[in-house]
């Protein structure tokens, strides 16, 4: 361990709070470096013990944040959609629809990174006719498709790609306000 978190100069500075790093870099990419964004979306992350100050969350965060400056090239950088896209809402079947209301209806009772993936796990397994509590080893193969159809579905009505970030990072970062106009149907 003591190579891990020293040099010959000494130790390393420590992260008084450390986050998984894909967080930390997950939340870098979406808000491009707004502190104010930042420190809102990793306090949303655990509401019973919220992180008050970036500097609970340093010196990892600086790291994810040169990482994410430095090593990801800005056409692979996550960009929210300003507006939601009206031609794919109008154009997606019941099942489509029934999926976003049904997300958008647990947004506030699932507001924390748990929460949040719990839900967005949940959503097709209730759609399935499961419970949103089911475990892997208790449901058919075609749940883990219709979750990948799901999560292909969301990315491109909030950032316009198949894949981004993890979605529950996703969803604290645009905020509840911004996801329900972007996937209003």
Known sequence: HSRAVRTAAGELPRTPRPLPYRTLASVADITAGAEDQTLRILRDLDPSDPITSLDETRPRLDRAENWITT?????????????????????????????????????????????????????????????????????????KVAQRSFFALLYRLLVTRETGPRLPTLLLAVGADRVRKLLAA
């Open 71 to 143: 090593q990801v090239p800005a056409e692979a950088r996550t960009i929210v959609r300003s507006e939601p896209d009206t031609e794919l809402l109008a154009s997606l079947d019941d099942a489509g629809r029934e999926s976003l209301r049904l997300l958008l209806e647990g947004l506030d009772s699932h507001w924390s990174l748990d929460g949040l993936t719990h839900l967005v796990y949940g959503v097709p397994k209730v759609q399935a006719g499961f419970s949103a509590d089911a475990t892997a080893k208790e449901l058919p193969a075609e749940i």
